[in-house]
Nanobody
Framework: QVQLVESGGGLVQTGGSLRLSCAASGRTFTAYVVGWFRQAPGKEREFVATISPSGVTSYANSVKGRFTISRENAKNTAYLQINNLKPEDTAVYYC???????????????WGQGTQVTVSS
């Protein structure tokens, strides 16, 4: 079991930045790929970014150049830096853990409770 807790969300203006954190506990953090997903009201949960234990990353096309995923294995924590925020980035952001390097939501076994990001225009 891996327990994940997100933090860092909030209300920001268009063009602002946020850094989301995902703190993990339980099984060895370095055994897992960590992904970030988001879900806007009335929409399906969508992939945002993922990072392997060694730091290999993958991003959704819609966030490339604005979002940066990273991790500090010694702190059992992953991050999502979000720059130049847009109103369409408004969503609940979730981190998740998987044994596979994948962008597929259903292949992530462990999920946090989510953190709300709201971007005002």
């Amino acid at each position: 079991q891996v327990q994940l807790v997100e933090s860092g969300g909030g209300l920001v203006q268009t063009g602002g930045s946020l850094r989301l954190s995902c703190a993990a506990s339980g099984r060895t953090f370095t055994a897992y790929v960590v992904g970030w997903f988001r879900q806007a009201p009335g929409k399906e949960r969508e992939f945002v970014a993922t990072i392997s234990p060694s730091g290999v990353t993958s991003y959704a096309n819609s966030v490339k150049g604005r979002f940066t995923i990273s991790r500090e294995n010694a702190k059992n924590t992953a991050y999502l830096q979000i720059n130049n925020l847009k109103p369409e980035d408004t969503a609940v952001y979730y981190c998740a853990a998987s044994a596979q390097f994948t962008t597929m939501t259903h292949q992530y076994n462990y999920w946090g409770q989510g953190t709300q990001v709201t971007v005002s225009s």
